[in-house]
């Protein structure tokens, strides 16, 4: 059985880089981390494997810096991508 949701929601103590062995979880459709205010670094580019991913959520991870990665374009079943109070984040959204 493959994971296909990853919740860290209200997981206000979770600190640290997002782990770009993340991107190895290939039958993921929910990722989630609202609130991880405590992450810290980019974005891993290794995120666009997750072709399968509808939704994707940094909201209020507000720690995050860097520019968004161009292969979030690479998500075509994307329909939920939420950066709200992401605001150390440059760049814009990719598209395909």
Known sequence: TAL???SFTAA????????TQLGKLTAL????????SSL???IPTQLGQ???LRYL????ASSLTGTIPTELG?????TWLDFT?????????PTQ
């Open 29 to 36: 459709r929910s990722l989630d981390f609202p609130y991880a």
């Open 4 to 6: 296909t949701s990853l």
């Open 12 to 19: 206000s103590s979770l600190s640290g880089i997002i782990p």
């Open 50 to 52: 997750l072709t399968a």
């Open 85 to 93: 109070s992401a605001s150390s984040l440059t760049g814009t959204i």
């Open 57 to 60: 959520d940094f909201s209020y």
């Open 74 to 78: 690479q998500l075509t079943a994307l």
């Open 40 to 42: 810290i670094g980019i």
